[in-house]
């Protein structure tokens, strides 16, 4: 235990906080909730070794002990920010299921993000690799992103020439580990839709084939 009276930073067993189940402690764990009380967060960061941020621990190869601040990325909530004449812009805070923020997007008819459907992960992850499925990279619907710099301990606001999206890859794989927290994430999503399905796994399937017909 210890940290900020305001953040609640205690040891944690993390094998269940990555889907290879591999036996990890963090000596130093907070679960995000909020973005409220980040300045609190970037003060207590010097007295740590460093930041691992995790979300759904998807794509992370845990060691068997971390002794950098473990923040586990939990805040919740989608948002319909814009309705432009041509696109819907939504946003979607960091913690949030990807699958389930894809799900509630179809739900709610603001359409795109479907060839990226059942990506496990958060929201908060799916800008650093730039995630991708059956030929949709989600940088094609990218729109922004909401970060904090725990370095300079202030929030920016960034847009895809900042973000630098290529093939599973962006600006913050190459970034100092741990600086950048991301916060929230919007995507533009064009009123006209028409389904991507060019993709060779998905043009070879026999009930797209029928339909096309
Ligand atoms: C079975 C399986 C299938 C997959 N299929 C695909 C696929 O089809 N396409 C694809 O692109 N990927 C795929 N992946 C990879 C994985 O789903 C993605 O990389 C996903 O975005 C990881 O999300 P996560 O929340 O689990 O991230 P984590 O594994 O928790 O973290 C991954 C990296 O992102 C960083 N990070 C996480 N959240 C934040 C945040 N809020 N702010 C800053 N940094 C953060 C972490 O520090 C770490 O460096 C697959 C993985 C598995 C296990």
């Not at 060691?63 to 946003?91: K, M």
């Not at 100092?176 to 839709?193: F, M, N, S, T």
């Amino acid at each position: 235990m210890g940290g900020s009276p305001l953040l609640h930073i205690t040891e944690q067993d993390l094998t269940c906080y990555n889907t290879l189940g591999l036996k990890s402690t963090a000596r130093s764990f907070l679960r995000l909730h909020s973005t409220a009380n980040l300045s609190a967060l970037t003060d207590v960061v010097p007295r740590f070794p460093g930041v691992v941020v995790l979300g759904g621990g998807s794509n992370v190869v845990l060691a068997p002990q971390i002794d950098e601040l473990v923040i586990h990325v939990e805040t919740r909530g989608v948002t319909l920010v814009d309705q432009q004449a041509d696109a819907f812009i939504v946003e979607a805070q960091a913690g949030e299921s990807w699958h389930h923020f894809v799900g509630l997007c179809i739900d709610q008819g603001w359409k795109g993000l479907e060839n990226l459907a059942l990506i496990p992960g958060t929201v908060g992850a799916a800008p650093i690799q730039n995630i991708g499925a059956y030929g949709v990279e989600q940088s094609e619907f990218f729109h922004s992103l909401v970060a904090w710099d725990m370095q300079r301990g202030e929030q920016v606001e960034m847009g895809p020439g900042d973000c630098q999206f290529a093939y599973r890859d962006s600006f913050f794989k190459h970034a100092d580990p741990g600086r950048w927290l991301i916060l929230a994430v919007r995507y533009r999503l064009p009123h006209e839709w028409r389904p991507q399905l060019a993709y060779p796994d998905l043009a070879r399937h026999p009930g797209i084939a029928l339909a096309g017909a």
